[in-house]
């Protein structure tokens, strides 16, 4: 399979505006990965509006995706999602090929390799700023664990997920405090 590239949400957002496309980010991340397909930060937020009903309105905090939402809006992208039944079921699943949503705590329990340029200077102007996110993860037999936050650029050194291990995603997805696949939606063809 191939590196997990970043489907940046930032160009979706106007000056100034507020960051609240990371789910259909995330999903265009995840379904690219599994179909070896190009799909756009900006099908993925068409997606989700086709899915919910509910048009976006860039830069302002008007619609932020729920994981039942994720389910639907990776179904008009072309794969299906399920729930996660515990937190072997999202490693198995990643192992065989599955990619996985994480709705999570951000940059709470990130190692420094995930933390996006974007958020070091959001946390700069604001100190110890955490905000929910929707991210991507996968797996690959040559690269190990990837993990996609959306914040990424998507440009030079932030064109693809980085590399965690199985501990560190487990701590990420655990960042809201409740047992990690309760934050997780598990994704396939």
């Known amino acids: ?29 995840a379904v690219s990965w599994l179909l070896n397909k190009e799909i756009t930060a900006k099908e993925g937020v068409a997606a989700k509006e086709k899915a919910t009903g509910r048009k976006d309105k860039p830069g302002v905090a008007d619609n932020a995706t729920d994981l039942s939402e994720i389910i639907k809006t990776c179904k008009v992208l072309g794969a299906n999602g399920r729930w996660a039944r515990d937190w072997d079921d999202v490693v198995k699943s990643l192992k065989g090929g599955a990619a996985v ?16 340029a974007w958020h070091k200077r959001f946390v700069g102007r604001h100190a ?37 291990s199985e501990k560190e995603l487990k701590a990420i997805a655990s960042s809201k405090g409740e047992a990690p696949h ?7 063809k």
């Open 1 to 29: 399979m191939p590196r997990l590239k970043i489907r940046s949400q930032l160009p979706l957002v106007e000056k100034g505006g507020i960051l609240d496309d990371c789910g259909p980010a995330s999903c265009a991340a």
């Open 101 to 116: 949503i994480i709705n999570v705590q951000a940059a709470r329990f990130y190692p420094p390799q995930a933390i996006s």
């Open 128 to 164: 110890s700023a955490t905000y929910g996110h929707m991210t991507a993860a996968v797996w690959d037999e040559e690269f190990g664990f990837q993990f996609a936050d959306p914040t990424f650029s998507g440009l030079k050194a932030e064109k693809y997920a980085c590399l965690v």
């Open 182 to 188: 309760r934050r997780c939606v598990i994704i396939k």
